[in-house]
Each structure stands twice: as structure tokens, then as C-alpha cells.
């Protein structure tokens, strides 16, 4: 193991290695910051060109890239409350809010802190724990799951600054839009209306930005004025400092949330998307003010931000360990390594422990310098907040649509893009949460397939497991804590008066 450190550290002495790591900085900002066009379109370009590289190289160029894209999805995010990536859609929810109050560089600051701390603490998690990988891999099964995921889909209604009974039906909502295409077990067509377009399903970037982008440049346009709203000021690296200094100051949420990201990214398949709501989903639920959520608020920066970044080195490990891809965008990391020769598994913590290493320092280290471009340039991005809407909202629009195309080119994801932007519209207008429908969408089929699975091995009486039962007892804390708290409340209120 010493040797094995050792080995990996003296990579870090080569400077090729900080070259590469610096071109996949680059790229995958560049491919994050941009909406529709995320860091998993760098990586499946790069695939071709993996075949040759020596292995030293190609694994961390590509790791680079995935690792640095959310952090660049989280600049459009708070900027214009278009999310650059997927995960980066919870980021919506409170940087944007900071953007209209001419707060853009402090969220910027602290997402980019934030970020660079999860990247940290998972990295430095799944290197302590690498000897308890697999036991803690393989002991969450199909059953298990299910509860994995209907736990999350309960932390919907955490997510909901108004009406809980709204953030459920638009979570619900969401998993019945995950219902569309092919049954995975059976293969039958549900809803798809005879078009093979269907057929796979509703595809996740369209409704992404159809749900997020359309609605909020419509509503920019509509209005008039700028982002940041009248008599907001910049105050150059001074806000974004403070914004660095938030972090520290909240290192609780950073701690929990990297630890929901970890975990969350060594359970294959669960997703990137969902360790950011979930850290969110903690945040709120543990705060004294929870209301404030969702108006601007700094930990509703910090929290999902630090998961952004912090489930890959969970995700990592998985895809390492055992073959299985963490996340999707992992699945091409899983095969460039597949292109090269090399074959994940037991090996890659034993044989070529100093590559696998190597790789969880590039992580951390890709996330440190994308910190550094993105707070020296965030004074000027946060200038972006005061671009009249009248010509940032048509600018944003061409971009959404074009990267919307861009994604399958195919005519069709330009209509759902459309449809999802005037259905998002209506539910924004009747306070119906758009991020509970999303977060709906993207763990609906995971549940199902999850469910089907464990009823057709385990029977009825699947959910009789240690970790089940564990997991139901906290989904009713969840419910619970609610209502007690409120009793609490009035108890201490009428003793008062």
C-alpha cells in the first residue's frame, strides 16, 4: 500500500500529467457551462482517440473532464438559472435567487469552494474506506434499493419551500413521465403512442432544460429589466471571497453532504442527479430557518454543490472495484478503460493500486484548479446578472435549442423541449415545484426496475432486511419530524401565554 502511494505521488512530479489534467480543466468548464452540452459529449468524442494512449494519460484527461463539468454547470445555473448539467439543477433553486440580489460572485465563490471541499473529503473517504469496499458494495442489493431510491423520492417534499402535499404530486408526476417507452423486464410499450421516438423514453436533456431554461427566459423576457434586480451592486473578488469564507463557516453542511455524496455515488446507478437533492433535501431538513430555502440562501448553495463533485469519488470507486459504472457519465471512463486493456475489478485495487490512486488525486486536484479559473473570472461572469433580459433571454434560448439538437440531432427532442417548457410554465404559475417533478423523473425508472426485480426473486416480503427496515424507520422520521416539531411548538407557545 505505501509503495502504492508512493507510486502515485511521484505521477504528480511529471509535468505531462498536469498539462493533461489542465486540458481536461479546460474542457470540461467549457462543455459544463454551456446548457445541453455537457462533459459526457467531451467524453464520448474523446473515446476514439483513447486507443493508444498510454493509460498514465487517457484516465486522467477523461476523469478531469467529468470531474470539472459540474462545476461549470453551476455557473449558468446561478447565473441565468439554466442548469449547465443536470445535477447542477438543484443549484438553481437558491444561486439564482443570490444572482437577481447582485449576490452572483458570492454563490459563484462559494459553489466553486464547495465543490473543490467535496471533491476532497470523498476522495480522501474512499482511499480510508478502499478496504471496506466491497463488503459495503455488495450489501446493498436489488431490495435494498428500492428503499435507497423511495427514500430519496420522499425527500421531494423537502425540497418544496410551500405546500408539501404540491411536492409530492409533482414528484409523482415526474415518475409517471419516467413511465414512458419500454417496460425494461417485459419489454411492453407503455404510452409511447405507437412512435419510436418513445420507444427508450422521454430523454433526459430535453425535459432538463425544458423544465428549467424555457420558463425562466420567458419569465426574463417577459419582465424586462436584468437578472439582478434594481440597485444590486458587484463587488468584484470581495464577494466572491466571501463566498469562499461561507464554506468554512458552514462546514457541517460540507461534511454531511460529502458523505451523502459518497455514498450515494458508490451505490451503482442511483446517479449524480440525486446526490444533489438528497444533500439539499439534509440541508433544509436539519436547518432552524428551513423556510428560507429556495430564496437565496447561501447552504442552499453550499449543500448541493459539495455533492456535485463529491459523488465521484464514490463513483469511482464503484466503477473501479467492481466493474459497474457509479454514475452514467462514469460508464465512459468504464469504457476507455475497456479500450485500453485495462479490466476493472479486484485488480485495479491490487495490481494497479498506484494507478487507481493516481486517479482519486486527479479528481481533487482537476476540482482545485477548476475553483481557481472559475473564482478569478467570476467577477466578470456575475456581470452577465445585469445583461438586459431583453437580449440575454433570445441569446440563452438560440444556445438551449441548439444544444438541445445538438445532443441526438434529432427534430423531435426540439418538441419536447417545447412541450416541457409550456407544461413547466403552468406549474411554475399554480407553485407546483419543478425540481420535485425532475428529481421524480430521473428516479422513477430506477424504482421500478428496482421493484419488479426484488418482487419477482424475494417475493412480497422483500423489504424484510436489516437495511430496509432501517431505511423505513427514517423515511417515518421523515414524516414525523414535521408534525412533532409543530406540536412542540404550539406546546411551547401555550405555556408562554
Given at each position: 500500500?505505501?509503495?502504492?502511494?508512493?507510486?502515485?505521488?511521484?505521477?504528480?512530479?511529471?509535468?505531462?500529467?498536469?498539462?493533461?489534467?489542465?486540458?481536461?480543466?479546460?474542457?470540461?468548464?467549457?462543455?459544463?457551462?454551456?446548457?445541453?452540452?455537457?462533459?459526457s459529449t467531451?467524453?464520448a468524442?474523446?473515446?476514439?482517440f483513447?486507443?493508444?494512449?498510454k493509460?498514465?494519460?487517457?484516465?486522467?484527461?477523461?476523469?478531469?473532464?467529468?470531474?470539472?463539468?459540474?462545476?461549470?454547470g453551476?455557473?449558468?445555473?446561478i447565473?441565468?438559472?439554466v442548469?449547465?448539467?443536470?445535477?447542477?439543477?438543484c443549484?438553481?433553486?437558491?444561486?439564482?435567487?443570490?444572482?437577481?440580489?447582485?449576490?452572483?460572485g458570492r454563490?459563484?465563490?462559494?459553489?466553486?469552494?464547495?465543490?473543490?471541499?467535496?471533491?476532497?473529503?470523498t476522495v480522501?473517504?474512499?482511499?480510508?474506506?478502499?478496504?471496506?469496499?466491497?463488503?459495503?458494495?455488495?450489501?446493498?442489493?436489488?431490495?435494498?434499493?428500492?428503499?435507497?431510491?423511495?427514500a430519496?423520492?420522499?425527500?421531494?417534499?423537502?425540497?418544496?419551500?410551500?405546500?408539501?402535499?404540491?411536492?409530492?404530486?409533482?414528484?409523482?408526476?415526474?415518475?409517471?413521465?419516467?413511465?414512458?417507452?419500454?417496460?425494461?423486464?417485459?419489454?411492453?410499450?407503455?404510452?409511447?403512442?405507437?412512435s419510436l421516438?418513445?420507444?427508450?423514453?422521454?430523454?433526459?436533456?430535453?425535459?432538463?432544460?425544458?423544465?428549467?431554461?424555457?420558463?425562466?427566459?420567458?419569465?426574463?423576457?417577459?419582465?424586462?429589466g436584468?437578472i439582478?434586480?434594481?440597485?444590486?451592486?458587484?463587488?468584484?473578488?470581495?464577494?466572491?471571497?466571501?463566498g469562499?469564507?461561507?464554506?468554512g463557516r458552514h462546514?457541517g453542511i460540507?461534511l454531511?453532504?460529502?458523505?451523502?455524496?459518497?455514498?450515494v455515488?458508490?451505490?451503482?446507478?442511483?446517479?449524480?442527479?440525486?446526490?444533489?437533492f438528497?444533500?439539499?433535501a439534509?440541508?433544509?431538513?436539519?436547518?432552524?430557518?428551513p423556510?428560507k430555502?429556495?430564496?437565496?440562501i447561501?447552504?442552499g448553495?453550499?449543500?448541493?454543490?459539495?455533492?456535485?463533485?463529491?459523488?465521484?469519488?464514490?463513483?469511482?470507486l464503484?466503477?473501479?472495484?467492481?466493474?459497474?459504472?457509479?454514475?452514467?457519465?462514469?460508464?465512459f471512463?468504464l469504457?476507455?478503460?475497456?479500450?485500453m486493456?485495462?479490466?476493472?475489478?479486484?485488480?485495479?485495487?491490487?495490481?494497479?493500486?498506484?494507478?487507481?490512486?493516481?486517479?482519486?488525486?486527479?479528481?481533487?486536484?482537476?476540482?482545485?484548479?477548476?475553483?481557481a479559473?472559475?473564482?478569478?473570472?467570476?467577477p466578470?461572469?456575475?456581470?452577465?446578472?445585469?445583461?438586459?433580459?431583453?437580449?440575454?433571454?433570445?441569446?440563452?434560448?438560440?444556445?438551449v435549442?441548439?444544444?438541445?439538437?445538438?445532443?441526438?440531432?434529432?427534430?423531435?427532442?426540439?418538441?419536447?423541449?417545447?412541450?416541457?417548457?409550456?407544461v413547466?410554465?403552468i406549474?411554475?404559475?399554480?407553485?407546483?415545484?419543478?425540481?420535485?417533478?425532475f428529481?421524480?423523473?430521473?428516479?422513477?425508472?430506477y424504482?421500478?426496475?428496482?421493484?419488479f426485480?426484488?418482487?419477482?426473486?424475494?417475493?412480497?416480503?422483500?423489504?424484510?432486511?436489516?437495511?430496509?427496515?432501517?431505511?423505513?424507520?427514517?423515511?417515518?422520521?421523515?414524516?414525523?419530524?414535521?408534525p412533532?416539531k409543530?406540536?412542540?411548538?404550539?406546546r411551547?407557545?401555550?405555556?408562554?401565554?
Amino acid at each position: 500500500m505505501l509503495e502504492a502511494i508512493g507510486n502515485a505521488l511521484l505521477n504528480f512530479s511529471h509535468l505531462q500529467l498536469w498539462v493533461v489534467m489542465a486540458i481536461g480543466v479546460v474542457i470540461g468548464l467549457v462543455f459544463g457551462i454551456i446548457p445541453g452540452i455537457q462533459g459526457s459529449t467531451a467524453l464520448a468524442l474523446l473515446l476514439p482517440f483513447v486507443f493508444g494512449m498510454k493509460p498514465e494519460i487517457a484516465m486522467p484527461l477523461m476523469l478531469a473532464i467529468l470531474a470539472t463539468q459540474f462545476q461549470g454547470g453551476a455557473i449558468s445555473a446561478i447565473l441565468i438559472n439554466v442548469p449547465g448539467t443536470v445535477p447542477s439543477a438543484c443549484v438553481c433553486l437558491d444561486g439564482f435567487p443570490m444572482a437577481q440580489r447582485g449576490e452572483a460572485g458570492r454563490a459563484i465563490g462559494a459553489a466553486e469552494a464547495a465543490s473543490a471541499a467535496g471533491g476532497l473529503l470523498t476522495v480522501i473517504f474512499s482511499l480510508v474506506l478502499i478496504p471496506l469496499a466491497y463488503p459495503m458494495v455488495m450489501a446493498i442489493g436489488t431490495r435494498e434499493m428500492v428503499f435507497v431510491i423511495l427514500a430519496g423520492i420522499v425527500f421531494i417534499a423537502g425540497l418544496v419551500s410551500g405546500s408539501i402535499v404540491k411536492g409530492l404530486l409533482s414528484g409523482a408526476l415526474g415518475m409517471m413521465l419516467a413511465l414512458v417507452g419500454s417496460q425494461a423486464l417485459t419489454g411492453v410499450e407503455r404510452f409511447t403512442f405507437g412512435s419510436l421516438y418513445l420507444y427508450e423514453g422521454i430523454p433526459l436533456i430535453p425535459l432538463a432544460l425544458g423544465l428549467f431554461a424555457v420558463p425562466e427566459m420567458v419569465y426574463l423576457a417577459a419582465r424586462g429589466g436584468t437578472i439582478a434586480q434594481k440597485g444590486a451592486v458587484i463587488q468584484g473578488m470581495k464577494d466572491v471571497w466571501q463566498g469562499v469564507l461561507d464554506v468554512g463557516r458552514h462546514w457541517g453542511i460540507v461534511l454531511r453532504s460529502s458523505i451523502i455524496a459518497w455514498v450515494v455515488g458508490v451505490i451503482p446507478g442511483v446517479g449524480g442527479e440525486t446526490s444533489t437533492f438528497f444533500a439539499y433535501a439534509q440541508a433544509k431538513k436539519s436547518s432552524k430557518h428551513p423556510e428560507k430555502y429556495g430564496t437565496g440562501i447561501i447552504e442552499g448553495v453550499i449543500a448541493p454543490e459539495t455533492a456535485t463533485n463529491g459523488k465521484e469519488g464514490g463513483a469511482l470507486l464503484t466503477t473501479l472495484a467492481l466493474g459497474i459504472p457509479g454514475d452514467s457519465p462514469d460508464a465512459f471512463v468504464l469504457a476507455g478503460m475497456i479500450i485500453m486493456g485495462i479490466v476493472p475489478g479486484p485488480e485495479m485495487l491490487t495490481r494497479h493500486l498506484d494507478l487507481s490512486l493516481t486517479l482519486f488525486w486527479v479528481i481533487f486536484i482537476s476540482g482545485v484548479l477548476a475553483s481557481a479559473i472559475c473564482l478569478v473570472i467570476a467577477p466578470q461572469l456575475a456581470r452577465l446578472s445585469f445583461v438586459p433580459g431583453r437580449v440575454l433571454a433570445p441569446l440563452i434560448l438560440v444556445v438551449v435549442f441548439v444544444g438541445t439538437f445538438s445532443y441526438m440531432q434529432r427534430v423531435e427532442d426540439i418538441i419536447v423541449l417545447v412541450i416541457t417548457g409550456a407544461v413547466a410554465l403552468i406549474l411554475r404559475k399554480y407553485d407546483y415545484s419543478l425540481p420535485a417533478l425532475f428529481l421524480g423523473f430521473v428516479l422513477g425508472g430506477y424504482f421500478e426496475n428496482y421493484f419488479f426485480l426484488a418482487l419477482k426473486t424475494s417475493g412480497p416480503l422483500f423489504f424484510l432486511t436489516p437495511i430496509n427496515l432501517t431505511i423505513i424507520l427514517g423515511i417515518a422520521a421523515v414524516f414525523a419530524y414535521g408534525p412533532i416539531k409543530n406540536a412542540i411548538k404550539r406546546r411551547i407557545g401555550a405555556k408562554r401565554a
